[in-house]
């Protein structure tokens, strides 16, 4: 599917999809820099809400994904994956989810499939890593010359994402460790008197 740049230059929500089930379409130059000028695109990214039915008939219908992408592209399971088809390198990725997203904060899934002119993103809810690419591109400071970059950035936004979690959780854990103790060396120390109805 060729969707055109839009007529007026404005963007896409990364937030609400359109009528398509998309949340954003970039263009690239073959220099990596994003670009509005059809005759200069070398390469696209059209993101969509995989849990709207617009975009997974767009995504259904798209004549470049070979079958077995499509089919894992829309599967219902989510199962962490990298897989090459042909030319096509696809795969689910986790990544973690806005605080403001409509769920719980925690783990969310980015499905991707790519080759070389085309790379097409699903997503259930706003996650992070996605979200700060987007943003460096925008505001010009990262430049991505092929889908297999930019798919790269995603899985290290994601990977020091996680780590930072897993490292705030950790200590959260400590502190919960140091503050049972801390009460189960209180109450051990006390005794219970049934005659007086109180701790001594």
């Known amino acids: 599917m060729n969707i055109p740049l839009n007529p007026d230059g404005s963007d896409l929500s990364p937030y609400l999809p359109d009528e398509h089930g998309l949340f954003f379409v970039y263009h690239f130059t073959a220099e990596g820099t994003r670009t509005k000028d059809a005759t200069t ?25 070979p079958p077995p992408v ?4 829309l599967s219902a399971g989510h199962g962490c994956h ?16 806005h605080d403001y997203s409509a769920e719980a904060r925690g783990l969310g899934h980015f499905r991707f ?18 979200d700060k690419i987007r943003k460096a591109i925008d505001n010009g400071s990262r430049k991505f010359r092929s889908p297999a970059e930019l798919i790269e950035a995603v899985m290290g936004q ?3 994402g996680m780590t ?3 490292a705030g959780l950790g200590d959260t854990l ?3 460790r140091t503050a049972s103790s801390a009460m189960h060396g209180t109450m051990s120390g006390r005794r219970w008197s049934m005659r007086a109805g109180n701790w001594w």
């Not at 695109?41 to 219908?61: F, G, K, N």
């Not at 990298?82 to 989810?97: A, N, S």
Request: proline share 4%.
């Open 41 to 65: 695109t070398h390469w696209t990214w059209r993101s969509y809400q995989v849990s709207d039915m617009r975009a997974r008939h767009e995504i259904a219908t798209e004549p470049a994904l």
């Open 70 to 73: 499509r089919d894992a592209f």
């Open 82 to 97: 990298i897989d090459l088809e042909g030319d096509w390198l696809y795969g689910d990725l986790p990544d973690l989810r």
């Open 113 to 130: 499939a790519f080759n070389d002119t085309m790379l097409i993103g699903g997503r259930k809810q706003p996650l992070q890593s996605v």
């Open 158 to 160: 994601s990977l020091d």
């Open 164 to 166: 930072t979690e897993l």
């Open 174 to 176: 400590d502190a919960s």
